[in-house]
């Protein structure tokens, strides 16, 4: 189809000329803990590399290696003790309320079963004690980790992978001459009664996941080593293989367990494991490396961010990050927004499990809060940055988890509420579990399946494929059904609400103490009425179910509608029990504004204005990801420099070496290999701030695209190609400088109406700019429209301070540019 372009003439005398920018992290000394450590990963495996020269360790993951088996956790005698509860809600008797829900609502002691580490590769090499010249690093150009150091002038070269097209992990060791490679190989692992042997040339670690919570583990797993040499002598005897004098070795491990889905172990894993490792071994290193680097770079390629020249390229990425207060290292905000992506390709590849509270990388046996699906926004979390940030086929995973809990839920939801549809309480695990784990204080939430809908029609706005919206119309409606079901008459307010219920892990001060149980909670309302809407449009879209899309924006309006209390803040309840000292770290009131959309400054005024005050009253510093939540929000608040502010905060050096897991009350930050710290790890925080960067560059949420809408003044020129757009439009380029635009390609990729939003006055031939209405500072030079091939293009001020809207009809494949 031709293209036609329309050029978008920015007058200015600057240009913008940014230099090809490689990311990477790096360091000066090996890992001393596992959180300095660099991750690798290919989905499936995960490994984290030390880069210690005497004694290499790499930590080992196989994303289907859980404990327990294919089970259930719905409590088969909550539906009748649901009502009671519900009344005594009513009644005002929270303490009770939650006694009884703690009691007879919750699954008892299947609280989900963890995530484990398969264990560790070691190299041991003798004699490299005395190393000096060092250096490691990861490229996230190439998803490759580096180690390299000299002994007694030999220089050596530790190339390690997890190979996305050999299934397996690869690590090469080399040296500046000949014959100086020896070390010992061998496996091992926290599993209790692994079997550990020789197996002909190859070593195997043959186990089976531990009981958990009575439930038997039933994952069986095996992993196999092996090693190609050039030159020297190998033998693999008593579970090692020992090298001596090569000239250059390549390590192999392949890891597979007996996990088929969700519902059956029936897989064959030491047969899957030897043909994982067969094909890789009889396949060239140098070849497989290019096309490992080509899969990666096809995902990460497609969107860059840069921030200027790299001013601190001396300093190491632990010395950056707990230097960047002061340096405003704006490399490394582009350094963490490349991570976060790359963290997403390496955890979350078609085919595969969704990534989990930390991703693939995990190395306990039972880490903190299982490494579970944490559904209340850890999970949904992960995955805010795949489509924003062009890694639209990411979700593969997260959408299979979807249909699997939509299937599960449903049981769930007919066995503990007798209704329809379908439910998902606050977390999930492998085995998609779905009825309420843990204490009625957080587990006693069940809009998980609205929220994870979401999720599905962001895939269709930003995509406009209908025919995945027709896949997964049922599931959305499915989702709406179980709370339509839900749905009852406060008799206090008279609005229609979930009860019981509780606003995710927070506290209210009702019946002479802190409790969790209520109803009406203002997360509830909007979840519920933003799947009614959702379902109602793709109705629509589909040409479906006319009566009931017209029945769910009918019970939209009579839910609780958001309320400002009395100090101005947005409730979080519907009784105005808000505390202005609250800091806790959820915002779940706020969902309305990230990652909902029904909160807008220009839509909801008032309820933008008293979001604000929430945000402001709860606080900046918090738990890892909070934070990452607070820098899309601020973001959303157009405020750029407070949410810099948040990426500060977020940038503050926890070093694990001095915090000791589940008793430092210190609060989130980053360890020195980027990863996020709650503490401890989890991933979402990584992957929260990656999407707010992102939206502080590009918002397309509130009817139109909105060009640079909260970026800081630190930020004075910039870079960014590849952000997706609702309406099926992607941003190829945009350039600023100063903070005026000078460069933006914007490509359709389904045509349509493209609505541009600009902080720029306009001035053209039969255009005239809005009166009263200033630009915003930042941009100090007036915009020219010139019009191609009988475009149409209009001017349409509205009410929103120093912005300006464009409207650009667009046909399939079109690119609209903006040039200096």
């Known amino acids: 189809m031709r293209k036609n372009v329309i050029a978008l003439v920015v007058t200015m005398l600057c240009t913008l000329t940014a230099s090809a920018q490689q990311y990477r992290l790096w360091y000066n000394s090996p890992a001393e803990v596992w959180t300095e450590a660099l991750p690798l990963g290919n989905s499936r495996l995960g490994a984290m590399v030390y880069g210690i020269p005497t004694t290499e360790r790499l930590q080992l993951n196989e994303e289907t290696i859980w404990a327990g088996q294919p089970n259930t956790n ?27 829900a703690d009691e007879h609502l919750m699954s008892g002691s299947n609280s989900g079963m963890p995530y484990q580490t398969f264990g560790d590769l070691t190299i041991s090499t003798p004699g490299h004690a005395g190393y000096t010249d060092y250096e490691r690093y990861l490229s996230l150009d190439s998803a490759i980790a580096v180690t390299q150091y000299t002994v007694n002038g030999v220089r050596y070269k530790r190339e390690a992978l997890t190979s996305f097209t050999d299934n397996v992990i690869k690590v090469r060791l080399t040296a500046s001459k000949p014959g100086c490679i020896t070390f010992n190989a061998n496996l091992s692992s926290p599993h209790h009664d692994v079997i550990i042997k020789s197996d002909g040339k190859e070593v195997s670690l043959e186990g089976v996941t531990p009981t958990h919570e009575a439930l038997k583990g039933k994952v069986k797993f095996q992993g196999r080593l092996a090693v190609q040499t050039k030159g020297g002598k190998t033998v693999s005897r008593d579970g090692i293989i020992c090298v001596e004098g090569a000239d250059e070795a390549i390590v192999y491990v392949s890891i597979a367990t007996n996990f088929v889905n969700y519902n059956d172990i029936s897989g064959d894993e030491a047969a899957k494991c030897k043909a994982y490792l067969r094909k890789a071994m009889a396949d060239d290193y140098e070849a497989d490396k290019k096309t490992h680097v080509a899969y990666f770079q096809q995902f990460m390629n497609r969107s860059k961010l840069w921030l200027g020249s790299d001013k601190f390229g001396h300093l190491t990425t632990s010395q950056r990050v707990e230097q960047f207060a002061k340096n405003n290292d704006n490399y490394l905000v582009g350094t963490y927004y490349a991570f976060g992506r790359y963290l997403l390709i390496c ?266 005050t929430s945000l402001i009253h709860r606080g900046d510093p918090s738990t890892g990801w909070s934070m990452g939540w ?183 494949n079109q690119m609209i540019t903006i040039k200096n």
């Open 74 to 100: 719905a409590n088969k005698t909550s539906k009748e003790w649901y009502k009671k509860v519900q009344s005594l809600v009513f009644a005002g008797k929270f303490a009770e309320a939650q006694q009884m």
């Open 347 to 612: 955890s979350s590849q078609p085919g595969g499990q969704p990534a989990n509270l930390q991703g693939i990388w995990n190395d306990k046996l039972l880490p903190s809060w299982d490494s579970k699906y944490t559904c209340n926004i850890n999970l949904e979390m992960n995955y805010w940055p795949s489509e924003v940030t062009n890694l639209t086929e990411l979700n593969g995973p997260l959408f299979s988890l979807i249909k699997d809990v939509s299937t599960t839920g449903a049981a769930t939801a007919k066995t503990m509420y007798g209704v329809g549809g379908w439910v998902l309480h606050h977390n999930t695990d492998i085995w998609r579990i779905t009825g309420p784990v843990d204490r009625a204080a957080s587990g006693l939430w069940m809009t998980g399946g609205p929220w994870l809908c979401q999720h599905l029609w962001n895939h269709y706005l930003f995509t406009g494929d209908k025919e995945f919206l027709k896949e997964y119309y049922p599931i959305m409606k499915g989702a709406a059904q179980f709370v339509d079901e839900l749905l009852v008459k406060d008799p206090n307010t008279g609005y229609l609400v979930i009860c019981p219920s509780v606003s995710p892990e927070n506290l209210h001060p009702a019946d002479k103490g802190s409790k969790n149980i209520a109803s009406g909670c203002t997360m509830d309302n909007q979840l519920v009425a933003e799947i009614f809407g959702e379902v109602a449009q793709a109705a629509a879209i589909l040409g479906v179910d006319a009566d009931l899309a017209a029945r769910y924006l009918e019970r939209a309006k009579l839910l609780t509608p958001g309320t400002i209390g009395k100090w101005g803040q947005l409730q979080e309840w519907a009784q105005d029990w808000d505390n202005p000292k609250d800091d806790h770290r959820h915002v779940s009131h706020l969902y309305g504004l990230y990652p909902g959309t029904s909160i807008s400054p220009l839509r909801t005024p008032e309820l933008f204005d008293a979001a604000r």
């Open 630 to 812: 607070k820098v899309c929000l601020w973001a959303r608040m157009l405020d750029g420099e407070h949410a810099y502010k948040l990426i500060k905060e977020q940038l503050k050096l926890t070093d694990d070496k001095f915090v000791a897991y589940g008793k430092n009350k210190k609060k989130g930050g980053t360890y020195g290999n980027l990863f996020d710290a709650h503490p401890p790890f989890q991933i979402d925080g990584n992957f929260g701030c990656t999407a707010g960067i992102a939206e502080m560059l590009v918002q397309s949420h509130d009817g139109a695209i909105y060009l640079l809408p909260a970026i800081p003044s630190v930020w004075n020129e910039g870079k960014v190609t590849g952000i997706r757009c609702r309406g099926g439009f992607v941003i190829e380029e945009l350039a600023w400088k100063g903070g005026r635009i000078t460069t933006c390609k914007i490509r359709s990729t389904i045509g349509g109406n493209l609505r541009i939003r600009t902080a720029c006055p306009v001035k053209g031939k039969g255009l005239k700019s809005a009166k009263g209405q200033n630009p915003n500072p930042l941009f100090k030079v007036p915009v020219t429209l010139e019009t191609k091939n009988n475009s149409e293009v209009k001017l349409n001020p509205v009410n929103m301070p120093k912005t300006y809207l464009y409207d650009i009809k667009t046909t399939a």
